[in-house]
């Protein structure tokens, strides 16, 4: 089946800079890449997504990458606030696309 | 935005008990989700539903049921209660494409002593 693994565990960047998440997906087919905050002692919260006609995507701070080739996509965080501290996680469809597939999750610490 | 609601939102149980964890979605969504949250695990998906009736098992579903009576409820069902199923849960529920994106819902504590 898919797996999803997220290259970073922990990320501490000093405000104002971009934070950078990669994560690669083993299953060609897969079409639809999702990514999640997660604030402290909270739930899980959509934030963007890219599916695979597309290599790019934004939305105000945040940019998707999508490499289809390398099976690679990743998140950048573009002038990081505190607020932007929690935990990513990216995930994958599988190929049935009736699944997601999650990596780990990366801390992101914005420090000031 | 979608709302997912669980409950209870904490829960101990003891070895050998039965938990029934509930999860109620007022978007009209046709897919559920039943996941758990690990240290080192990220989510892992349990069980899911594409609609009334109908349930499917995840990636780890030993150990759990799960019900879908209704298009708004979707249970998960541990019977016997064992310590390794300590872990946060989460509920989420998205629409009818493959592409659909899921919301989730607060989650539930729960710890089996």
């Known amino acids: 089946g898919e797996k999803v693994e997220q290259h970073e565990s922990t990320l501490s960047v000093r405000e104002g800079d971009s934070a950078v998440i990669n994560c690669t997906y083993t299953?060609?087919?897969?079409?639809?890449f999702p990514w999640y905050k997660q604030e402290a002692g909270k739930s899980l919260h959509f934030v963007i997504d890219i599916r695979s006609n597309v290599d790019r995507k934004q939305s105000q701070r945040l940019i998707v990458l999508l490499d289809k080739k390398a099976k690679r996509f990743s998140l950048h965080i573009t002038a990081t606030q505190p607020e932007d501290s929690a935990i990513y996680f990216c995930a994958a469809t599988n190929s049935a696309g009736n699944k997601l597939t999650f990596g780990i999750g990366t801390r992101v610490l914005v420090r000031p | 935005e979608a709302a997912v609601t669980q409950s209870p939102r904490n829960k101990v149980a003891v070895t050998g008990g039965k938990v029934t964890l509930s999860c109620n979605q007022t978007n009209n969504h046709n897919n559920m989700y039943w996941y758990r949250q690990d240290t080192g695990h990220g989510l892992r998906l349990i069980h899911y539903s594409y609609g009334a009736g109908s349930t499917e098992k995840g990636d780890i579903p030993d150990g759990y049921k799960a019900s879908r009576p209704s298009q708004e409820n979707f249970s998960l069902i541990l019977e016997l209660a064992t310590p390794s199923q300590t872990s946060v849960y989460f509920c989420a529920s998205g629409g009818r494409g493959r592409e659909d994106t899921q919301y989730f819902g607060p989650g539930t504590r729960l710890l089996v002593l």
């Open positions: 299953d060609t087919a897969s079409s639809y």
